[in-house]
């Protein structure tokens, strides 16, 4: 086990190779790295590349999507760190796909052990699923991993150019390195002589770099723990930042697709002829469950995709969501239990006052508000793909393989995206833009969803419901029997993915067991209901739907026995972090303090390792329910650009808001009920309560931050809901039970 952890943890680092004219550093957890994605040609070494100089100036690559979530603008400024790079001279790519670019933190909270689990044991298991990581070789954005993954091979990567631009002057000016110092982009001799890092970089492709440079000291640090302002921020506030759909390129064409709305289900047949004569339609493809349309412009090919008549296959799932409910319902047995996820003691033997109750949740869509679309040019057995996607290298061979070539043969850019959410992990939009492209060969084409096609075809969150038992004995919980039920994500993703994926869905309970109380009986089951429509990864996956159900069901108990809903929490935490977030949010919001005619709500959840508490509060107004204030608190371990993860935590808590009041994707006779934002409504700016962000820093392993703040939202608000009204919702959307303005 000892040999496990050290391999696990132990950085290599690789090297340099010269790259037109310039040349890349890069480092590697074990001793073979994968090829170099960038460089190609005579005399170029394979390396894994984050940093490249060339003439013109220093570009940091990154290895992670830009979906505003500003994760380029923290990686980079990891590498510029080290590197001593001023800020305003940082230039930042993403990585083409790649192997070498893998994500090596994906897999770590996928081990039996909770996060609030610090032990030799828990933390070897960890850091060997790095082992497993670099072999699957995913290049992959989400699960709050990006600053997991790049915080120590970023900062490496900059230590290493450094210490080979060093040695490259050293050499040149006939000096020891040890008196050689680096500032603002040069390499700087004791007599003042400066050199750019740019006049140095092919030079240093020869060096022999040290095992391991050393890192800098937090109490070095120039950029690291201060809020910078974001790489992307003016390309995208002038309108310059490039999409997918800005692209453009001579001859260019557009398309859209239009899909069995039962979803995954065949096309019988179709009638394209009054599409054909409408103007500008140039031709009509038939796909797979489906067709695109190519036109002179995108609305020309929405306008005739709707004029074409189709002779849909019915949906092989159950018709209806009351349908599909009832479905869940009945999945709460003995041959459907998934995984018993945590059990201590013996919840069957409690003898305190009992407490029951039933919660659920609807599907919901990601809606992005930039919809599914790639632009694609497939000409003499090659496929160029530009697309924002979390996942570059499952989009790349997807597109490959649905066209008959090679991945080597597709060239794929990964743009920037008006979101993601999970949404672009799937591969759906490259697919089906290489399949366009090839039927119209040598021709670019950018093929776009409309919004209802992008909202009826999305890859939802699941339907799902969560039983509570308990007992209640001196104000504390004595037991706690926590059982949630769901159609399995990673299911429906392995079919999507042909891949042989078995044993229990860690999703289905996710956002429950690991959460830090110490009831005496305690114990979370997860039950796995039949497959129903695709799901996919939504933001914060199994915390969202788990979040609310036992959150709620703790509020409800801290009313049953009569104590302070925030010091009920408190009094039965194991874990000083979390206990410290509901303390800073109690203070934020003035928690005891009275305030006529509003009332608050809180809310407690760990996901993806981070404590996060919220509190809401809530008035009633002339025109409904207002949202009169929000605050919300986390330990990120270890905060990079305080500013990012402030905005990071505010979106999510938006985000969570908007599913919780109206969020709900609907089925009836097997399709989907809700089309676009006038019926999946998020909350207008006016809606939006002032919300205030503190960010604590235990020192515990640093976090990413995408998504932890979204699992509170629900809760806090149904929670201040019963509050300020005395009705408790333990159903959502909350817009069915109460009005708001």
């Not at 550093?25 to 170099?36: I, M, V």
């Not at 108990?557 to 979390?578: C, E, I, K, W, Y």
Request: hydrophobic share 45%.
């Amino acid at each position: 086990m000892g040999r496990i952890k050290t391999i696990a943890r132990r950085t290599f680092l690789i090297g340099s190779a010269a790259i037109l004219g310039g040349v890349a550093f890069g480092t590697w957890r074990y001793k073979t790295p994968y090829a170099n994605p960038l460089v190609s040609g005579d005399g170029i070494g394979a390396i894994t590349p984050y940093v490249l100089i060339d003439p013109s100036g220093v570009t940091i690559v990154t290895p992670r999507a830009e979906m505003g979530q500003g994760i380029q603008s923290t990686l980079a400024a990891l590498v510029a760190e080290e590197l001593d790079l001023p800020w305003d001279e940082v230039r930042v790519m993403h990585g083409p796909p790649a192997k070498a670019y893998y994500n090596g933190a994906m897999l770590e909270d996928g081990v039996p052990f909770a996060p609030t689990d610090q032990s030799w044991a828990a933390e070897t298991m960890r850091h060997a699923m790095a082992i497993p990581a670099k072999f699957l070789a995913i290049q992959l954005t989400g699960g709050s991993t990006s600053i997991p993954d790049g915080y120590e091979k970023m900062r490496a990567a900059g230590a290493v150019a450094r210490a080979a631009l060093i040695a490259a002057a050293a050499d040149r000016l006939g000096l020891d390195a040890a008196q050689l110092t680096t500032d603002a982009g040069a390499v700087v001799a004791p007599d003042g002589t400066r050199l750019a890092y740019t006049e140095l970089a092919e030079a240093a492709a020869a060096v022999d770099l040290p095992d391991t440079p050393p890192l800098k000291p937090r109490s070095e640090w120039k950029l690291l723990g201060k809020s910078l302002p974001r790489v992307d921020m003016v390309a995208k506030s002038t309108g310059t930042a490039s999409f997918a759909g800005d692209i453009r390129l001579p001859g260019m064409k557009f398309a859209t697709v239009k899909m069995n709305p039962a979803l995954g289900a065949a096309m019988n047949g179709f009638d394209d002829s009054a599409a054909l004569a409408m103007p500008g339609v140039e031709k009509v493809i038939a796909l797979a469950g489906g067709v695109a349309v190519v036109a002179a412009t995108t609305w020309h090919a929405i306008q005739a995709a709707e004029a074409i008549s189709f002779d849909w296959a019915p949906a092989s799932y159950p018709a209806s969501s009351a349908e599909m409910r009832a479905q869940i319902a009945a999945s709460f047995t003995a041959e459907t239990l998934d995984a018993t996820m945590r059990d201590e003691g013996d919840v069957t033997t409690a003898t305190g006052e009992a407490f029951e109750a039933e919660y659920d949740v609807p599907h919901l869509a990601h809606a992005t508000m930039e919809p599914m679309q790639a632009t694609a040019q497939f000409k003499d057995g090659k496929l160029t793909l530009w697309v924002g996607t979390q996942a570059p290298g499952l989009a790349r061979d997807f597109a490959a393989k649905a066209v008959g070539i090679e991945a080597e043969a597709v060239e794929l850019h990964t743009t920037v995206m008006g979101g993601g959410f999970g949404r672009r992990a799937e591969v759906d939009a490259s697919v089906l833009a290489a399949q366009v492209a090839k039927a119209m060969e040598g021709t670019p084409v950018l093929v776009t969803w409309s919004r209802e096609e992008d909202m009826s075809h999305d890859m939802y969150r699941p339907m799902a419901i969560g039983r509570i038992k308990a007992t209640v004995k001196d104000g504390r919980v004595e037991s706690f029997d926590f059982a949630t039920a769901s159609p399995s994500i990673m299911e429906t993703l392995a079919e999507r993915a042909n891949l042989p994926l078995a044993g229990p869905d860690a999703t289905i309970a996710q956002g429950a067991w690991e959460q830090p109380y110490a009831f005496p009986q305690y114990r979370v089951a997860a039950y796995r209901a039949p497959k129903t429509v695709p799901l996919g990864f939504w933001r914060s996956v199994g915390a969202s739907v788990n979040g609310f159900f036992h959150d709620c069901a703790m509020d409800e108990l801290a009313h049953l026995t009569g104590v302070d809903p925030l010091a009920f929490r408190l009094n039965q935490m194991s874990h000083d972090p979390s206990r410290k977030v509901l303390e800073a949010v109690a203070e934020m919001s003035n928690w005891n303090s009275p305030r006529p005619g509003r009332s608050l709500g809180v809310a407690f959840c760990l996901s993806f390792g981070v404590p996060t508490a919220e509190v809401i509060e809530v008035e009633n107004s002339p025109e409904g329910i207002r949202l009169t204030g929000a605050w919300a608190a986390v330990d990120v371990g270890l905060a990079l650009d305080p500013k990012n993860i402030e905005a990071q935590v505010t979106g999510a808590m938006v985000y969570g808001l908007t599913a919780a009041i109206r969020g709900e994707i609907g089925f009836e006779d097997g399709k989907v009920v809700q089309q676009n934002f006038w019926d999946y409504e998020p909350l207008r700016a006016s809606q939006v309560p002032d919300i205030q962000v503190r960010i604590l820093e235990s020192g515990g392993p640093i976090r990413g931050i995408g998504e932890p703040g979204t699992p509170p939202a629900a809760p806090a608000l149904a929670n201040a809901l019963f509050a300020l009204t005395g009705t408790r919702a333990r159903s959502l959307p909350l817009a069915k039970s109460f009005s708001f303005a």
